[in-house]
């Protein structure tokens, strides 16, 4: 590895571009005296060892620079400097505090404790590994949540509760501090790890599921795509250095959009896609965000190339179809609406956003239809039955209309 994220883009950040494989002029001398060496053999290459000891050698004059380098060398040194981790960390410090930061950095060292001893005991199995960071993480009180309404690691951290990504990343923590063959995967809205080494032992454990072990298949059954998506590298992919910034800086995107902040949203996705072209999740998301801002012609373009890369999925449909229906398309917003529900039949979101837009063409016995099956599909998302009670305020059936905004309001309709 020739460059670590986190270093290189904090050094940027304080110093200017250079040419970190030759040195650091951290006291801007204009040259690259002894100790600001990187590539110390001279093989043009910087390695994971030569990172650790640029590090340890000039920890008064990093510390100087402030920044994330004082979250490192106050928090993190129990891990290797190229761990993910870091790299996770520094991505979500533009929006964590401090205090964050270091309860992150005690919470998987807890668990890589709590790995650790076991090990010189027997030799393990790898998929007997993967089970020893599960049952250390429910050791370390962790809770697993298939999704959770926070994307940042940090906050997820904060309230004990991993969901599938962020219990991955755990994972993956752990195992690089042993040196094991583990990656993160994705499906649509989903991840995983898979053990693959040299030896032809290859698994998936996902964590979300109480670490249960599910083959590939399994992925592409329940997640709506096809293996030809896998072959084109959208899904099922172990994901590489760059594929899991990528992912660090999606989630960083998708907190930004929560909080109302479209622009750096985007900000965020032009990263995602820049370091991966083919994230299905970023171009969904970008379009949500430039729709909301109002730039529909780049929402279209968005949701396109979601589609070309994920056919099979709803989410393209349904959003073109929302634009199109504000731009007066109807007739092109209820094409995509009637795909969208056609490839989303089990989702109740397919439902709830053609009945959305039923609902503003006055349709009110289609949209009427679209929230029942909405609510038979979701019965727990208030969102269903604040429709079915517009549509029945409006129709005059007040009974009906009182009932079911009671129940959206108990599920927490509009918090």
Not at 19 to 28: A, I, R
Request: net charge negative; proline share 3%; with cysteine.
């Amino acid at each position: 590895m020739t460059q670590i994220h986190w270093i290189s883009a904090e050094l940027t950040r304080h110093l200017g571009e250079q040419d970190l494989n030759e040195g650091v002029d951290l006291d801007s001398s204009g040259a690259i005296e002894e100790g600001e060496r990187t590539d110390t053999n001279g093989n043009g290459t910087v390695e994971t060892r030569e990172w650790l000891a640029f590090l340890r050698r000039n920890k008064s004059p990093l510390r100087e620079l402030g920044g994330f380098f004082n979250y490192y060398f106050s928090y993190g040194q129990a891990f290797l400097p190229d761990s993910l981790l870091h790299d996770l960390l520094y991505v979500e410090s533009e929006m964590a505090t401090e205090e964050q930061i270091a309860a992150s950095y005690q919470k998987v060292e807890t668990v890589l404790n709590e790995v650790f001893p076991y090990l010189s005991q027997r030799v393990f199995t790898p998929r007997e590994r993967l089970q020893l960071v599960y049952d250390a993480m429910i050791k370390s009180s962790f809770s697993m949540a298939w999704d959770a309404p926070i994307s940042l690691f940090t906050q997820n951290i904060a309230i004990d509760s991993l969901d599938c990504d962020t219990a991955s990343y755990v994972a993956l923590t752990v195992a690089h501090e042993f040196s094991w063959p583990v990656y993160l995967v994705n499906a649509p809205w989903h991840y995983f790890v898979r053990w693959q080494d040299e030896s032809g032992t290859r698994f998936n454990m996902d964590f979300a599921t109480q670490g249960n072990i599910w083959p590939d298949e399994h992925y592409i059954e329940n997640y709506d795509f096809t293996t030809e998506q896998v072959e084109s590298g959208v899904y099922l992919q172990n994901h590489s250095y760059e594929r899991l910034l990528a992912t660090f800086y999606l989630n960083r995107a998708v907190e930004k959009y929560r909080l109302g902040d479209d622009e750096g949203a985007i900000s965020d996705y032009n990263i995602v896609i820049g370091f991966d072209s083919k994230y299905f999740m970023a171009y969904i998301n970008r379009g949500l965000a430039n729709y909301r801002l109002g730039n529909y012609d780049e929402a279209i373009a968005d949701f396109n190339i979601a589609m070309e890369l994920s056919p099979t999925r709803y989410e393209s449909y349904t959003n073109l179809g929302i634009v199109e229906a504000v731009l007066g398309n109807r007739q092109e917003a209820m094409e995509y609406l009637n795909h969208g529900v056609e490839e989303g039949e089990t989702y109740a979101r397919a439902y709830l956003t053609r009945g959305l837009v039923l609902l503003v063409l006055r349709n009110y016995e289609d949209a009427r239809s679209d929230f029942d099956r909405a609510v038979e599909l979701d019965p727990q998302n208030p969102a269903g039955y604040a429709g079915l009670a517009a549509v029945y305020q409006i129709t005059g059936n007040t009974e009906e209309a009182a009932r079911n905004l009671q129940r959206a309001q108990e599920l927490g309709a509009g918090q």
